[in-house]
Protein backbone atom coordinates (compact mmCIF):
# COMPACT_ATOMS: atom_id res chain seq x y z
CA UNK A 1 0.00 0.00 0.00
CA UNK A 2 1.23 3.57 -0.49
CA UNK A 3 1.80 5.84 2.31
CA UNK A 4 -0.82 8.70 2.76
CA UNK A 5 -4.24 8.22 0.27
CA UNK A 6 -5.11 4.68 -1.11
CA UNK A 7 -5.19 4.06 -4.54
CA UNK A 8 -8.39 2.79 -6.53
CA UNK A 9 -6.96 -0.59 -6.94
CA UNK A 10 -6.39 -0.96 -2.78
CA UNK A 11 -9.93 -0.26 -2.23
CA UNK A 12 -12.00 -4.08 -3.25
CA UNK A 13 -15.18 -4.25 -2.86
CA UNK A 14 -16.67 -4.92 0.47
CA UNK A 15 -12.88 -3.96 2.30
CA UNK A 16 -13.55 -1.56 5.26
CA UNK A 17 -13.01 1.92 4.96
CA UNK A 18 -12.92 5.34 6.78
CA UNK A 19 -14.21 8.13 4.46
CA UNK A 20 -14.72 11.73 4.67
CA UNK A 21 -17.78 13.12 3.20
CA UNK A 22 -18.34 16.52 1.29
CA UNK A 23 -19.79 18.11 4.04
CA UNK A 24 -17.13 17.03 6.51
CA UNK A 25 -14.08 17.99 4.45
CA UNK A 26 -13.22 21.16 6.65
CA UNK A 27 -13.70 19.38 10.06
CA UNK A 28 -12.47 15.87 8.54
CA UNK A 29 -14.35 13.90 10.65
CA UNK A 30 -14.00 10.43 9.53
CA UNK A 31 -17.25 7.66 8.65
CA UNK A 32 -16.38 4.18 8.69
CA UNK A 33 -18.39 1.73 6.53
CA UNK A 34 -17.81 -1.33 4.08
CA UNK A 35 -17.38 -0.45 0.41
CA UNK A 36 -20.62 -0.85 -1.93
CA UNK A 37 -19.68 0.84 -5.16
CA UNK A 38 -16.18 2.22 -6.20
CA UNK A 39 -17.31 5.87 -8.11
CA UNK A 40 -14.20 7.01 -9.28
CA UNK A 41 -12.73 5.61 -12.09
CA UNK A 42 -9.42 6.93 -12.72
CA UNK A 43 -6.54 4.60 -10.70
CA UNK A 44 -5.93 7.64 -8.27
CA UNK A 45 -7.55 10.99 -6.71
CA UNK A 46 -5.47 13.89 -4.51
CA UNK A 47 -8.24 14.10 -2.05
CA UNK A 48 -9.00 9.71 -2.22
CA UNK A 49 -10.68 7.68 -4.34
CA UNK A 50 -14.85 8.53 -3.89
CA UNK A 51 -17.07 5.52 -3.04
CA UNK A 52 -20.53 4.25 -1.98
CA UNK A 53 -20.40 2.72 1.42
CA UNK A 54 -23.57 -0.10 2.39
CA UNK A 55 -25.15 2.58 4.51
CA UNK A 56 -25.54 4.66 1.33
CA UNK A 57 -22.94 7.47 2.52
CA UNK A 58 -20.30 8.66 -0.64
CA UNK A 59 -17.11 10.05 0.50
CA UNK A 60 -13.95 9.59 -0.65
CA UNK A 61 -11.40 7.38 1.17
CA UNK A 62 -8.52 8.48 3.49
CA UNK A 63 -7.73 5.35 4.89
CA UNK A 64 -7.93 1.60 4.95
CA UNK A 65 -9.36 -0.22 8.21
Same mark, same amino acid.
Given at each position: MTLGIPLRKEI @?????????????????HLTDGKV?????SSSS? @??????????GEIGRVQKII
Open positions: @PIGMMVSIVQKHHQRSGKRILTH @PHGIKVELDS
